[in-house]
Nanobody
Framework: QVQLVESGGGLVQAGGSLRLSCAAS????????MGWFRQAPGKEREFVAA????????NYADSVKGRFLISRDNAKNTVYLQMNSLTAEDTAVYYC???????????????WGQGTQVTVSS
C-alpha cells in the first residue's frame, strides 16, 4: 500500500502561482510513476501531468504545458506540481496518484490521495 497526502492548495488570483506537494508513505516511493489529475465541479477528472519513477521523463496535458512543472524528490518521498500563470479554468480539486508507469489515464494508477482544492479568482 502507498498512502498519498496532497497539500499546497488554496485561493490565488489569476496570473498567480501555487506549488502543490504530494507526500507518500508505505511502499518505496521510487518504484512508482506519479501523476497529477484534477476535477472541476460538474466535469470529469482529467490528466494534468505525470513523471517517471526516476524523474527523467515527464508529460503534460496540452492545457497546462508551459505553465505547470512536475518534479519529484525521491529522498523526500514527495512529488510536486508547480503551477504558474493560473487562470479560472485551473480551478479544481487536484489529486496525486501513484502507479507502475506514466499514464494519461487514471486507470493506470493504483493509489490516490484525497485531493487538495485550488481556486483561482478572476
Amino acid at each position: 500500500q502507498v498512502q498519498l497526502v496532497e497539500s499546497g492548495g488554496g485561493l490565488v488570483q489569476a496570473g498567480g502561482s501555487l506549488r502543490l506537494s504530494c507526500a507518500a508513505s508505505g511502499r518505496p516511493f521510487s518504484r512508482y510513476a506519479m501523476g497529477w489529475f484534477r476535477q472541476a465541479p460538474g466535469k470529469e477528472r482529467e490528466f494534468v501531468a505525470a513523471i517517471s519513477w526516476g524523474g527523467g521523463s515527464a508529460n503534460y496535458a496540452d492545457s497546462v504545458k508551459g505553465r505547470f512543472l512536475i518534479s519529484r524528490d525521491n529522498a523526500k518521498n514527495t512529488v510536486y506540481l508547480q503551477m504558474n500563470s493560473l487562470t479560472a479554468e485551473d480551478t479544481a480539486v487536484y489529486y496525486c496518484a501513484a502507479g507502475p508507469r506514466q499514464s494519461y489515464s487514471g486507470v493506470g494508477y493504483d493509489y490516490w490521495g484525497q485531493g487538495t482544492q485550488v481556486t483561482v479568482s478572476s
